[in-house]
């Protein structure tokens, strides 16, 4: 699988069918939250998400099978979290990507064998027991197994995410709201999908320190060469901020103030940074508000690229864009 303009293909990778509830443009993601639907199937989850009466959703729903279907682009917001924190975050709505795999969860005994919460009966193949972490005193219950395709294609996902966004953390909805929340249960390898892809690289800070860029660079969301660029290019001796360094990487940011037609950027009231985002393919960033005006920088803005607007005349904008994210250390000198 492939992650091309934050959405996911491949084989497996259905018709897009776009949720009922979402909400606007976030930073690139740097989180993955895996799910159960705690229902009966992969397509009721589906239909129920993209229903009239639907006030949650998913970025992805991977059905029993290991068939996926996408309903939020990952460079919007789902409501997959609810209240969450971890590690003194809160909120994972505004930065994460929340996978929900159809899996009925806990079990009960029904005679000599086992049902789900539906009164549905399960194969005895199909039940797993242990113990879950989260629970206050933990016990032993049953649960139900999630089948071999769909760890697969879960396990494909988180790869294919991993390769395009700097994910850091991959945590079950049980680990970010443990009072209320079983999923996805001590069923589903968590532990084996994060070790597999969350690697520790050690990351130093580097506060207060500037760098020069040697050559024109693009810049990433993640440490990766293979990463989604985060706007548009550095150009060449543009001095920039190095927030911190991973392996052979510069965290770096930019800021850059100008002018730019105002019916390329949308409004999104989002709470994080950057209130607005560009439409445009490209979009150039000028010293006043006229196209006679010189270019603040000779690269335009990429699509997407979030912006804060400072100050609105006629039917122009004053943007303040800040560029964040990771460079190759060999091609910025240290100033």
Same mark, same amino acid.
Request: glycine content about 10%; aromatic content about 8%.
């Given at each position: $699988?492939?992650?091309?303009?934050?959405?996911?293909?491949?084989?497996?990778?259905?018709?897009?069918?776009?949720?009922? =509830?979402?909400?606007?443009?976030? +930073?690139?993601?740097?989180?993955?939250?895996?799910? /159960?639907?705690?229902?009966?199937?992969? +397509?009721?989850?589906?239909?129920?998400?993209?229903?009239? !009466?639907?006030?949650? !959703?998913?970025?992805?729903?991977?059905?029993? =099978?290991?068939?996926?279907?996408? $309903?939020?682009?990952?460079?919007? *917001?789902? /409501?997959?979290?609810?209240?969450?924190?971890?590690?003194?975050?809160?909120?994972?709505?505004? /930065?994460?990507?929340? #996978?929900?795999?159809?899996?009925?969860?806990?079990?009960?005994?029904?005679?000599?064998?086992?049902?789900?919460?539906?009164?549905? *009966?399960?194969?005895?193949? $199909?039940?797993?027991?242990?113990?879950?972490?989260?629970?206050?005193?933990?016990?032993?219950?049953?649960?139900?197994?999630?089948?071999?395709?769909?760890?697969?294609?879960?396990?494909?996902?988180?790869?294919?995410?991993?390769?395009?966004?700097?994910?850091?953390?991959?945590?079950?909805?049980?680990?970010?709201?443990?009072?209320?929340?079983?999923?996805?249960?001590?069923?589903?390898?968590? @532990?084996?999908?994060?070790? *597999?892809?969350?690697?520790?690289?050690?990351?130093? !800070?580097?506060?207060?320190?500037?760098?020069?860029?040697?050559?024109?660079?693009?810049?990433?969301?993640?440490?990766?060469?293979?990463?989604?660029?985060?706007?548009?290019?550095?150009?060449?001796?543009?001095?920039?901020?190095?927030?911190?360094?991973?392996?052979?990487? /510069?965290?770096?940011?930019?800021? #850059?103030?100008?002018?730019?037609?105002?019916?390329? #950027?949308?409004?999104?009231? %989002?709470? @994080?940074?950057?209130?607005?985002?560009?439409?445009?393919?490209?979009?150039?960033?000028?010293?006043?508000? %006229?196209?006679?005006?010189?270019?603040?920088?000779?690269?335009?803005?990429? *699509?997407?690229?979030?912006?804060? #607007?400072?100050?609105?005349?006629? @039917?122009?904008?004053?943007?303040?864009?800040?560029?964040?994210?990771?460079?190759?250390?060999?091609?910025?000198?240290?100033?």
């Amino acid at each position: $699988m492939e992650v091309v303009n934050n959405r996911i293909t491949g084989d497996k990778v259905q018709e897009f069918v776009k949720a009922t =509830s979402f909400g606007g443009a976030i +930073k690139p993601p740097d989180s993955i939250i895996i799910h /159960y639907t705690a229902g009966t199937s992969g +397509k009721s989850t589906v239909r129920y998400l993209s229903g009239k !009466s639907a006030k949650v !959703s998913a970025h992805l729903v991977v059905d029993e =099978s290991g068939e996926v279907t996408q $309903m939020v682009d990952f460079n919007r *917001k789902g /409501y997959h979290a609810g209240k969450s924190s971890f590690g003194g975050r809160t909120g994972y709505n505004a /930065y994460s990507i929340g #996978i929900e795999i159809s899996n009925p969860g806990w079990l009960k005994k029904a005679g000599s064998g086992f049902a789900n919460a539906y009164g549905g *009966k399960v194969a005895p193949d $199909m039940v797993f027991e242990g113990k879950h972490r989260n629970y206050p005193k933990p016990r032993t219950m049953f649960w139900h197994k999630y089948p071999e395709a769909q760890v697969k294609a879960v396990f494909d996902i988180c790869e294919a995410l991993c390769n395009a966004y700097d994910i850091r953390e991959i945590l079950g909805h049980e680990e970010i709201a443990p009072a209320r929340k079983t999923d996805p249960g001590p069923a589903f390898p968590l @532990d084996e999908l994060r070790d *597999k892809f969350i690697k520790k690289i050690e990351v130093i !800070s580097l506060s207060g320190k500037n760098g020069k860029v040697n050559e024109k660079l693009n810049i990433r969301v993640s440490p990766k060469s293979a990463a989604t660029q985060a706007g548009r290019p550095i150009p060449a001796g543009t001095v920039v901020e190095l927030i911190e360094e991973a392996g052979d990487w /510069y965290h770096v940011n930019e800021e #850059i103030i100008g002018w730019v037609a105002g019916k390329y #950027i949308e409004e999104d009231n %989002s709470d @994080d940074y950057g209130d607005a985002h560009v439409t445009a393919n490209n979009l150039n960033i000028r010293a006043s508000n %006229s196209t006679s005006a010189g270019k603040v920088t000779a690269e335009p803005l990429h *699509k997407n690229t979030r912006v804060d #607007i400072i100050e609105k005349a006629e @039917d122009w904008l004053q943007v303040k864009v800040r560029l964040t994210g990771w460079v190759m250390k060999k091609f910025v000198s240290v100033v």
